[in-house]
């Protein structure tokens, strides 16, 4: 079992930068791929960021690229997603997910375990 708890979200202008980390309990943090999602109101979950378990391979939305950065410390259980040049549209929940399959994280939200999200909110 692997529980998820998300911190770091609030209030933000557009252009500023947030850091959202993702505590993971369990010995076997370090064999998940992870990955940061978003759900916006009345929207989708949708895929934001992913990395493998050893932070080798790491896969990013287009919407995000360049903005957005997810690395991992398997020594603290937790994984990190850096969100720069922050806007409006990136007003969401945001929540990371752990699965042992990498391929599974940046293609599916049918993923093994999920934390329970914080709100960004990027004012204008």
């Known amino acids: 079992q692997v529980q998820l708890v998300e911190s770091g979200g609030g209030l933000v202008q557009a252009g500023g930068s947030l850091k959202l980390a993702c505590a993971a309990s369990?010995?076997?943090?370090?064999?998940?791929?992870m990955g940061w999602f978003r759900q916006a109101p009345g929207k989708e979950r949708e895929f934001v960021a992913a990395m493998s378990w050893s932070g080798g391979s790491t896969y990013s939305a287009d919407s995000v690229t360049g903005r957005f950065t997810i690395s991992r410390d398997n020594a603290k259980n937790t994984v990190y997603l850096q969100m720069n040049s922050l806007k409006p549209e990136d007003t969401a929940v945001y929540y990371c997910?752990?699965?042992?399959?990498?391929?599974?994280?940046?293609?599916?939200?049918?993923?093994?375990?999920w934390g329970q999200g914080t709100q960004v909110t990027v004012s204008s």
């Open positions: 997910a752990a699965d042992k399959i990498y391929g599974r994280v940046v293609r599916t939200t049918t993923l093994d375990y």
């Open positions: 369990g010995r076997t943090f370090n064999s998940y791929a």
